[in-house]
């Protein structure tokens, strides 16, 4: 396929793709109903300039990653999205790869719950969507790149967290995010980037060999997670892990029960922290 069908497809998606569709705001005047072009660039984390020349044709080879991000921001169905990979001259995500499409259906789901802290991650748990409340309650993830936007590198390596666990939460939480990644393995044999990932973390954490090693066996059960931040305080929610129908996808809700503490100071946190919804164009 020529350079210039992949620009009149993404100006084409791009036109048909109200901001009120992808949670922008709506006000000022336009001269199409469709994203405008720093509109696209934002919402999967590219340059505005970048964008131009994909779409005039300038720009050759984007890479899957950046594939992925343009189909989750211009919200393509999966026919669409595989449209897209051909047009740049590219292989669609097989069946033996991860995959980092969200459905349009769930997407709009998530839409919807804008007053909960949510984030999205595929199988291996790299975050790909958050929401803004999420980006107030653990920080924006924008800057964040490769491995630091993995949940489980992040625990096993030690980066900084708003989080903590007693010794018995982090245990459950362990076993859960390894037995994830070993059922990943089977599901995804072919994946590279998901092979790397273990070793890195059996390389650099001898916790996580130990229990790679061992074939510990751990399931995902509403817990309580204690997320300390800088401007509302200490936070005592509910995480639940959800399986969004069709996919691997996880979604990651944070709530808190009505009339609580913490749900006072989630409300203030919803006021005062909130930002525009941002994705991975590339924690629990």
Same mark, same amino acid.
């Given at each position: ?15 048909r793709t109200a901001p009120a569709a992808v949670g922008l705001p709506v006000g000022g005047v336009r001269r199409a109903a ?20 994909? /779409? ?23 026919? /669409?999205? /595989? ?6 001259g590219q292989a669609a995500p097989g069946p033996g790869q991860l995959s980092a499409h969200i459905p349009p259906g769930v ?66 939480? /362990? ?110």
């Amino acid at each position: 396929m020529s350079e210039s069908e992949l620009g009149t497809a993404l100006r084409g998606w791009r036109d048909r793709t109200a901001p009120a569709a992808v949670g922008l705001p709506v006000g000022g005047v336009r001269r199409a109903a469709g994203l405008r072009r720093e509109e696209l660039a934002q919402l999967a984390n590219l340059s505005v300039d970048y964008v131009v020349r994909l /779409e005039q044709g300038r720009a050759t080879s984007p890479s899957p990653q950046v594939l992925s991000a343009l189909a989750r921001a211009l919200r393509l169905s999966t026919a /669409e999205r /595989e449209h897209l990979y051909l047009l740049a001259g590219q292989a669609a995500p097989g069946p033996g790869q991860l995959s980092a499409h969200i459905p349009p259906g769930v997407r709009r789901l998530l839409d919807q719950l804008d007053g909960t802290p949510l984030s999205v991650h595929d199988a291996a748990w790299n975050l790909i969507l958050w929401n803004p409340l999420w980006a107030a309650l653990f920080r924006d993830a924008s800057s964040l790149r490769g491995r630091e936007r993995n949940i489980v590198w992040r625990h096993f390596a030690g980066l900084p967290s708003r989080v903590s666990h007693t010794p018995e939460q982090e245990a459950r939480f /362990e076993a859960a995010v390894v037995a994830d990644l070993r059922a990943a393995t089977a599901r995804y044999p072919t994946d590279v980037g998901l092979r790397s990932l273990i070793k890195d973390l059996r390389s650099k954490s001898t916790v996580f060999a130990r229990l790679w090693d061992t074939g510990i066996v751990g399931v995902h059960e509403t817990d309580t997670k204690t997320i300390h931040h800088p401007d509302v305080g200490m936070l005592t929610l509910d995480c639940d892990v959800l399986m969004a129908p069709g996919s691997d996808l996880r979604i990651v809700a944070y709530t808190a029960a009505p009339g609580s503490d913490a749900s006072d100071r989630l409300g203030l946190l919803n006021v005062i922290g909130t930002q525009d919804l941002t994705e991975n164009s590339t924690p629990a």
